[in-house]
């Protein structure tokens, strides 16, 4: 038996400093919570089943593992003078080689990783201090309930704020009440269509919590226009780039746009759809149990378990009538840009589905030696 994170356990997590070691932490936490919550529900998974491993996958980033790499294959120039972003048109800013070359060296792996690693950082700790806290008190004051008890999973909920995401918690009101009927329901089908719908609500919650982390994240290739436009006047007006650069704020103080500007705004709105295709295309990962891992810019493989083939549930029916628009099907479940949010949905809705019963998903994502490790407040030496 696994001992039950409290809410204490969670503040104190959440407020751990160094954030490689807060991240190992977390990720630890979502896997004991995880266990406490199918040890009362029984086999499926349920919303931190999922979160172990995509806390354990933001790790690597947030370690700024192997990523150097890929994206200097993606960004930097490449032998016979072919670069990642090559349809991104750097003619709006002029033709001058030296230009177009300034340009790019702003694109700097390291920096980039630094941002990505902040952004995603900043997510990791966001919704674990709110959802793995209400898990945790969910735990402690209705998982040990021997009978369905209405006053206590109503005085849970409305406790959690009203409203829509990111700043109302309806959707985690609905999605507790669920998990407390779970317990407490004998068909297997009914009970992993209410998990799934648990799952799938507290998954749109969190993603919509988590848009601008990971938008921020996504576009950490992409250097702000204070740092374009100051590189292209200093290559295009080298002697005179400093009185240039006081100059043009007051241009556009007084509402005298200059075309240097539009023309960063385009290359800047361009590169960010660019960067955000190419990043889920070919680095936007999942790692899974025993080294596995699922592409997000691919389409799922597999099926749905049988109960969930087709729903009973209207609530879940219309839950996935809105996220899922293959419904019934992994046909086409590749996100595209994961900074979409709808494109994110479906694929984490077919995920949740069809990876409802994967009992290896309730494995711990660390050795023993590892755990041992971490649970000393360190971080554990080799591949993590």
């Known amino acids: 038996m696994h001992p039950l994170p409290t809410t204490d356990t969670v503040d104190q997590i959440a407020g751990e400093s160094e954030p490689v070691l807060r991240n190992l932490r977390i990720t630890h936490c979502y896997y004991e919570l995880s266990s406490a919550m199918a040890a009362r529900t029984g086999p499926g998974a349920n919303w931190c089943t999922f979160a172990t491993w995509a806390s354990k996958q933001a790790g690597q980033t947030i370690r700024k593992e192997d990523l150097s790499r890929a994206l200097e294959r993606l960004i930097q120039p490449q032998t ?7 349809d991104l048109d750097p003619d709006l800013l002029g033709e001058d080689p030296a230009m177009v070359e300034k340009i790019w060296e702003l694109f700097d792996p390291v920096r980039i990783q630094d941002r990505s690693a902040e952004a995603v950082s900043r997510g990791n700790r966001k919704v674990f201090a709110e959802i793995g806290r209400e898990f945790a008190r969910f735990l402690t004051e209705c998982g040990d309930d021997p009978a369905f008890d209405e006053d206590q999973i109503n005085a ?18 609905q999605a507790f009440r669920r998990y407390y009927t779970a317990l407490f329901e004998p068909d297997g089908k009914q009970k992993a269509e209410l998990m799934l719908l648990a799952n799938l609500e507290i998954g749109f919650h ?17 250097p ?34 200059l075309e240097i500007d ?35 810019g691919k389409d799922l493989n597999g099926a749905f378990p049988e109960a969930l083939q087709q729903v009973s549930n209207p609530e879940l029916a219309a839950l996935l009538q809105r996220i899922d ?44 030696e590892q755990t041992a490790v971490i649970g000393a407040g360190q971080i554990p030496d080799g591949r993590l």
Not at 245 to 252: H, N
Not at 343 to 366: K, T, V, W
């Open 206 to 222: 969190e993603q919509n919590r988590l848009q601008p982390e990971i938008a921020a994240g996504l576009d950490a290739a992409i």
């Open 262 to 296: 539009r023309a960063l705004e385009r290359l800047i709105a361009r590169a960010r759809k660019k960067v955000r295709l190419l990043l889920t295309k070919h680095l936007m990962v999942l790692g899974m149990p025993e080294g596995q891992s699922l592409r997000l």
């Open 325 to 368: 628009p293959t419904p019934d099907s992994l046909i086409d479940t590749g996100a595209i840009d994961w900074a979409d949010l709808p494109d994110r949905m479906h694929y984490i809705g077919d995920l949740f589905r069809s990876q409802h019963f994967n009992a290896r998903l309730l494995e711990s994502p660390f050795s023993e």
């Open 156 to 173: 849970f909920c409305n406790s959690l704020r009203p409203g829509d995401p990111p700043d109302g918690q309806q959707y985690l009101r």
């Open 80 to 86: 016979g003078g072919e670069r990642g972003f090559e």
């Open 224 to 257: 702000a226009a204070g740092e374009l436009t100051s590189s292209v006047l200093a290559s295009l007006f080298p002697y005179r780039g400093w009185i240039l650069q006081l100059v043009f704020p007051i241009m556009r103080f007084i509402g005298r746009p």
